[in-house]
Nanobody, 127 residues
Framework: QVQLVESGGGSVQAGGSLRLSCAGS????????MGWFRQAPGKEREFVSC????????FYADSVKGRFIISRDNDKNTVYLQMSNLRDEDTAVYYC????????????????????WGQGTQVTVSS
Protein backbone atom coordinates (compact mmCIF):
# COMPACT_ATOMS: atom_id res chain seq x y z
CA GLN A 1 0.00 0.00 0.00
CA VAL A 2 1.15 3.53 -0.82
CA GLN A 3 -0.13 6.50 1.12
CA LEU A 4 -0.41 9.81 -0.75
CA VAL A 5 -0.81 13.28 0.72
CA GLU A 6 -1.48 16.30 -1.50
CA SER A 7 -0.78 19.91 -0.66
CA GLY A 8 -0.60 23.25 -2.40
CA GLY A 9 -4.18 23.85 -3.42
CA GLY A 10 -5.91 27.15 -2.91
CA SER A 11 -7.63 30.07 -4.60
CA VAL A 12 -6.07 32.07 -7.40
CA GLN A 13 -7.19 34.54 -10.03
CA ALA A 14 -7.37 33.52 -13.65
CA GLY A 15 -3.96 33.73 -15.26
CA GLY A 16 -2.23 32.92 -11.99
CA SER A 17 -0.16 29.91 -10.93
CA LEU A 18 -0.18 27.23 -8.27
CA ARG A 19 2.05 24.26 -7.51
CA LEU A 20 0.61 21.07 -6.13
CA SER A 21 2.70 18.51 -4.31
CA CYS A 22 2.01 14.88 -3.54
CA ALA A 23 4.20 13.02 -1.08
CA GLY A 24 4.19 9.26 -1.08
CA SER A 25 4.96 6.94 1.83
CA UNK A 26 4.75 3.26 2.53
CA UNK A 27 5.65 0.85 -0.27
CA UNK A 28 6.90 3.58 -2.61
CA UNK A 29 9.46 1.25 -4.15
CA UNK A 30 6.57 -0.50 -5.91
CA UNK A 31 5.30 2.65 -7.66
CA UNK A 32 5.54 2.60 -11.47
CA UNK A 33 3.78 5.89 -12.21
CA MET A 34 2.11 8.77 -10.42
CA GLY A 35 -0.47 11.11 -11.78
CA TRP A 36 -2.98 13.84 -11.18
CA PHE A 37 -6.69 13.71 -11.81
CA ARG A 38 -9.32 16.32 -11.10
CA GLN A 39 -13.03 16.40 -10.50
CA ALA A 40 -15.24 19.45 -10.82
CA PRO A 41 -18.71 19.59 -9.25
CA GLY A 42 -21.18 17.54 -11.23
CA LYS A 43 -18.50 16.12 -13.51
CA GLU A 44 -16.59 12.89 -13.71
CA ARG A 45 -13.03 12.59 -12.54
CA GLU A 46 -10.69 13.37 -15.43
CA PHE A 47 -7.05 12.78 -16.20
CA VAL A 48 -4.69 15.75 -15.94
CA SER A 49 -1.14 14.44 -16.14
CA CYS A 50 1.12 11.58 -15.08
CA UNK A 51 4.77 10.59 -15.01
CA UNK A 52 6.45 7.21 -15.20
CA UNK A 53 8.58 6.83 -12.10
CA UNK A 54 11.56 5.17 -13.79
CA UNK A 55 12.15 6.95 -17.11
CA UNK A 56 10.28 10.10 -16.20
CA UNK A 57 8.09 9.97 -19.30
CA UNK A 58 5.24 12.45 -18.96
CA PHE A 59 1.70 12.56 -20.31
CA TYR A 60 -0.76 15.43 -20.35
CA ALA A 61 -4.41 16.00 -21.09
CA ASP A 62 -4.87 18.26 -24.10
CA SER A 63 -6.68 20.78 -21.92
CA VAL A 64 -3.58 21.44 -19.80
CA LYS A 65 -0.76 20.85 -22.29
CA GLY A 66 1.53 23.86 -22.43
CA ARG A 67 0.19 25.25 -19.12
CA PHE A 68 0.88 22.48 -16.60
CA ILE A 69 4.17 20.72 -15.91
CA ILE A 70 4.50 17.51 -13.94
CA SER A 71 7.76 16.56 -12.29
CA ARG A 72 9.01 14.10 -9.73
CA ASP A 73 11.63 13.83 -7.03
CA ASN A 74 12.48 10.17 -6.67
CA ASP A 75 14.50 10.69 -3.49
CA LYS A 76 11.56 12.40 -1.79
CA ASN A 77 8.91 10.12 -3.35
CA THR A 78 7.11 13.29 -4.37
CA VAL A 79 5.39 14.40 -7.54
CA TYR A 80 4.63 18.01 -8.37
CA LEU A 81 2.18 19.71 -10.67
CA GLN A 82 3.14 23.24 -11.64
CA MET A 83 0.01 24.94 -12.98
CA SER A 84 0.31 28.20 -14.89
CA ASN A 85 -2.07 30.43 -16.78
CA LEU A 86 -4.94 28.99 -14.79
CA ARG A 87 -8.46 29.26 -16.14
CA ASP A 88 -11.90 29.15 -14.54
CA GLU A 89 -12.40 25.67 -15.96
CA ASP A 90 -9.38 24.39 -14.00
CA THR A 91 -11.43 24.75 -10.81
CA ALA A 92 -11.75 21.28 -9.27
CA VAL A 93 -10.58 18.97 -6.55
CA TYR A 94 -7.21 17.63 -7.64
CA TYR A 95 -6.31 14.07 -6.69
CA CYS A 96 -2.90 12.47 -6.68
CA UNK A 97 -2.74 8.82 -7.70
CA UNK A 98 -0.12 6.11 -7.90
CA UNK A 99 -0.05 2.80 -9.69
CA UNK A 100 2.09 -0.20 -8.90
CA UNK A 101 1.54 -1.87 -12.27
CA UNK A 102 2.94 -1.21 -15.74
CA UNK A 103 0.50 0.37 -18.17
CA UNK A 104 0.62 1.87 -21.62
CA UNK A 105 0.46 5.62 -21.97
CA UNK A 106 -3.19 5.33 -22.96
CA UNK A 107 -4.06 3.23 -19.94
CA UNK A 108 -2.27 5.62 -17.60
CA UNK A 109 -4.93 8.17 -18.53
CA UNK A 110 -7.59 5.98 -16.90
CA UNK A 111 -8.44 6.36 -13.22
CA UNK A 112 -9.01 2.62 -12.99
CA UNK A 113 -5.29 2.03 -13.65
CA UNK A 114 -4.38 3.55 -10.28
CA UNK A 115 -4.63 1.65 -7.03
CA UNK A 116 -3.61 4.36 -4.58
CA TRP A 117 -5.23 7.76 -4.15
CA GLY A 118 -4.76 10.85 -2.06
CA GLN A 119 -7.56 12.71 -0.31
CA GLY A 120 -7.64 15.56 -2.81
CA THR A 121 -6.88 19.26 -2.66
CA GLN A 122 -9.19 22.06 -3.83
CA VAL A 123 -8.09 24.44 -6.57
CA THR A 124 -10.36 27.41 -7.22
CA VAL A 125 -9.74 29.81 -10.08
CA SER A 126 -11.75 33.00 -10.28
CA SER A 127 -11.91 35.60 -13.00
Amino acid sequence: QVQLVESGGGSVQAGGSLRLSCAGSGRTSTVKAMGWFRQAPGKEREFVSCVRWGLGTTFYADSVKGRFIISRDNDKNTVYLQMSNLRDEDTAVYYCAATTAYYTGSDLRRATSYDNWGQGTQVTVSS
